[in-house]
């Protein structure tokens, strides 16, 4: 299978524009839908209950033109009561401190299994960087994984705070500076999850987008084999990048750029998007990207290069025929 035919593959797919937990698509995200549904129907029978009986009160005893203007007789304190509004609560509280405490063992305290995918997650402003380390692969906004299989991800931060959160394979996870949080996910169906940092973290948070591509073993294998092998080059456009404040930040494997501020460019042709899911990724857009970023995203750490026509056509030119 041709890179073509899988990259085709992908963008048939469903567009899963949802992110909602309701409709969950991994074990961990089943788990969190159960406690949801859960906790969801015991506020649901105190609101009925509680609303019931404030309705049957109004009802029941609202003013007539028959009552008597004497108060009632008061009645102070009642054991049955107050025994009842303190032991009803402490069992709700328990009820539901039970249910939460087994998602969280069922979801965090799993012994990893054999033959589960290591991914490294790199949170930055903002963007994800993704590396595969027992595959050799580097990329980025864009985590490809096989269905049924367990993929572990080992989740820091190059800056500030931020939140990984694909809500229909898992609940959110924190990606803090100097610190490793590890969380997994396993697709139980071939598909596009959207999912974005749920932390604030600047001025582009709510660009902060991330995707994720739950494919067959074979689609897998052949995206793996694909990303390994060494991009193609255009000599006009790789002279102009290599000459270029590009490879400050940004690496292109086989060539001398080797930065890593920005993303790995090496097969930035084989993503569907640019910017971290904010722009599809076509050539006018690159373009435009190239040339000035804060047009698209702005706040954006990466600087405008305003190239000139001939340059600026040649380098995105270059950066097209990195599949």
């Known amino acids: 299978m041709t890179w073509f035919m899988l990259r085709g593959g992908l963008s048939s797919w469903p567009r899963a524009a949802q ?22 129907a015991i506020t649901a029978a105190i609101f009925l209950i509680a609303g019931g009986l404030l309705v049957y009160v109004l009802i029941r005893y609202r003013q007539r033109a028959s009552d008597s203007e004497h108060e009632p007789a008061q009645i102070y304190g009642s054991n049955q009561i107050e025994l009842s509004w303190t032991v009803i609560p402490v069992l709700i509280v328990l009820v539901l401190f039970l249910t939460t405490a087994r998602v969280i063992f069922n979801t965090e305290y799993v012994s990893k299994p054999d033959g589960a995918l290591d991914v490294i997650v790199i949170g930055h402003q903002y963007w994800w960087e993704f590396r595969y380390p027992k595959l050799g692969i580097v ?17 820091s931060s190059s800056d500030t705070v931020h939140s ?20 997994w996910i396993d697709a139980d169906a071939s598909g ?26 074979g689609d897998f294998d052949a995206w793996v084999a694909q990303q390994r092998q060494v991009a193609t080059q255009a ?17 292109i494997a086989g060539t001398v750029a080797n930065g890593r501020f920005g993303p790995d460019l090496t097969h930035l042709r084989s993503r569907d998007t ?50």
């Open 19 to 40: 992110t909602s937990i309701f409709s969950p698509h991994g074990t961990p995200a089943h788990f969190i839908f159960g406690l949801s549904m859960f906790v969801l």
């Open 192 to 217: 596009l999850y959207l999912g974005q940092c749920a932390q604030y973290c600047g001025t582009q948070h709510a660009k902060m987008l991330l995707r994720v591509y739950a494919q067959s073993p």
């Open 235 to 251: 000599v006009e456009g790789q002279s102009v990048f290599l000459a270029n404040a590009c490879i400050n930040c940004h690496t």
């Open 274 to 323: 640019i910017a971290s899911g904010a722009v599809a990724n076509t050539a006018e857009n690159l373009r435009k990207w190239i040339d000035n970023p804060d047009q698209m995203k702005p706040g954006c750490l990466m600087p405008p290069m305003h190239l000139n026509d001939r340059d600026l056509d040649a380098v995105t030119a270059y950066l097209g025929t990195l599949q």
């Open 139 to 155: 990329t980025a906004n864009e985590l490809h994984i096989p269905v049924h299989t367990p993929t572990y991800l080992e989740m």
């Open 164 to 183: 990984f959160w694909v809500p229909r394979l898992a609940g959110k996870m924190d990606v803090i500076p100097n610190r490793v949080n590890v969380i």
